[in-house]
């Protein structure tokens, strides 16, 4: 069954409300040699059968590894049918190494060009002007469409911003009910002032980390709406206006789940109870790259 996924609209592109994560399919930042690919490459395409077409994955997921296993996943694929995003690892932010990274990641996937190309976490010892103009010549050259970065807050958003012919994107951060750090210092209402898109991933974090108070309310939503409280707490993130969520899972009774919380809203008491209500954790900003 393909799924009809909403669009949302930043001010330079719309990105599906859903879309695909790939990290730890083939490793985490190793390789690991006793990975099952052949179940990553099946849960990849179960995703992309499913109308999840917004794939994300990292040079720095398995070392590369990830990558091709996507491009295998893929291979059948029309390439205009897939919006292709992947990331330029912090130790490689200087000009040519960005250059020399986007060529390694194209090579890998198999493709002529990525539809989205993020700066995977911020490097103070390399100057961000140097990043972003090694971005836009990328995108002159046609080998990126657009540019996004992870784990930005707005100081380095309006940095970055500043410095690029093309502009920012996305904003790619750890969010959801219980990570909400990028609330609390402005620059989720930043990126929706500016028209940048959010991008979330691990939108439901796990649930047995929950505070007892924090199981109780998604469980009592979940009775009332007739779905999982994981399913609750993915619909509350992509009910944001400028909020879309990466969702990844080999397994496919979990992405029946994710898919799940499309195609219904909760009210807008209930989100205003999750926004004010729901016990927040302490998670901050995520070190490294994930």
Known sequence: MEYDIPLKQGKLLALPALGFGTYQMGGQLQRNPGNDDARDIAGI??????GLRHVDTAEAYAEGHC??????????????QIFLASKVYPNHLRPDDVHAACRGSLRRLGVDYLDLYLIHGPNPNVPLAETMGALDELVQQGLIRFIGVSNFDVPLLQEANRHSRSGVATNQIHYSLVARAYEDN????????????????????KYGELSRGGQRLLDDLAA????????????????????VALVKTSNPAHLAEDLGALGWQLSEEDAATLDNDFPRGTTTNVPGVT
């Open 45 to 50: 395409r179960a995703a992309l059968a499913a």
């Open 67 to 80: 990558e091709e296993l996507v491009a295998e996943a893929i291979a059948d694929m029309p390439r205009d």
């Open 186 to 205: 402005g620059t989720l209402e930043y990126c929706r002032a500016q028209g940048v898109l959010v991008t979330a991933y691990r939108p439901i974090g």
């Open 224 to 243: 009332r709406y007739g779905k999982t409280p994981a399913q609750v707490a993915v619909n509350w993130v992509i009910s944001k206006r400028n909020v």
